[in-house]
Structures are given as structure tokens and as C-alpha cells.
């Protein structure tokens, strides 16, 4: 069975799987969304990993991930909650497939699988960045850190 059948097949399962990796302690925005926002968000990464590694392309999971970095960003998620969300899918995904018996075709779709989720990933980091890099800053008074050694002798 290739990898993208065996993927498939366990699609209930993996989502399941992703999901309980996002513990409310450590990730409360996804609960605060609630559980059906969060499982519908993992299955659609899910399909676009999936759908990725059966035509051999990145296009789409990439688009999604800016997609939804914007989406996150505007929403208050901090950059390694949404990380955690593609994570969480990865390994669920990573222990179906290194089940598998090993063959030619399963060592390609090995490769493809780490470019798609390398790629969205990427995708996702570097527009949350540059998102960042364009908020405004509180301005910090520096010299209010000296205000308080006047007076103060070093030896």
C-alpha cells in the first residue's frame, strides 16, 4: 500500500492523534476556538499535506500555511502555537508511515512527505516574521534604566 493510501486511511485517527497533542496548558488559543474549530483546522492541513504528497507538489500546503499564518498572527496566536498545529499532524503522520515495509516508492514518498511539511512550515515562519517585523513596538525609555544610579559609587 503506498503511503499516501496508508495516510489516508487514517485520517480520522491521525486528526484525533494531532489534536491531543494540543493540550489546553499549552496551547489555549486552539481551545478557546474550541474543539470543533481545532479538529476541522487539523483536518484541513491534513488534506493539504496529503493532497500535496499525492501530486508531488508543495504549492498548495504553502499557500495554506501563509494563508493561515496571517489568520493566526491577526488572531494573538503566538508563532509556536501554530508551529505546535503543523507539528502535531507531522508526527501523527511520521508514525503511520515509518510502519511501513521499506521500498523504492516508500523512500520517495519519505522525501516528498518532509518537502511538503518542510516547506509549509517555512511558509508559516517566514510570514509570521515578517508580520512581526512590521508591528509597532512599544517605545522603551532607556534612559529611565539609568534613572536610578545616581549617586551610586562603583570601586
Known amino acids: 500500500m503506498s503511503v499516501d493510501a496508508v ?3 487514517e485520517r480520522d485517527e ?3 492523534e494531532a489534536y491531543a497533542q494540543l493540550h489546553p496548558s499549552i496551547h489555549p488559543n486552539y481551545h478557546a476556538l474550541g474543539e470543533v474549530f481545532t479538529r476541522s483546522y487539523l483536518g484541513e492541513l491534513f488534506d493539504q499535506v496529503l493532497n500535496g504528497l ?18 493566526r498572527f491577526h488572531a494573538g496566536f503566538d508563532l509556536a502555537e501554530v508551529q ?4 502535531a499532524i507531522e508526527q501523527a503522520m511520521w508514525r503511520r508511515v515509518v510502519q511501513l515495509e521499506t521500498s523504492s516508492e516508500l523512500l520517495v514518498s519519505v522525501g516528498m512527505l518532509s518537502s511538503i511539511l518542510g516547506a509549509g512550515k517555512d511558509a508559516l515562519a517566514r510570514v509570521y516574521v515578517h508580520l512581526a517585523s512590521h508591528r509597532h513596538a512599544p517605545h522603551v525609555n532607556v534612559e529611565a534604566l539609568y534613572g536610578g544610579t545616581e549617586g551610586v559609587t562603583t570601586t
Not at 61 to 68: C, S, T
Request: net charge negative; no cysteine.
Open 7 to 9: 495516510l489516508a486511511s
Open 84 to 87: 505546535a498545529a503543523f507539528n
Open 54 to 71: 499525492v501530486n508531488r507538489e508543495a504549492v498548495h500546503l504553502v499557500q495554506h500555511a501563509e494563508e493561515i499564518a496571517e489568520e
Open 14 to 16: 491521525i486528526v484525533d
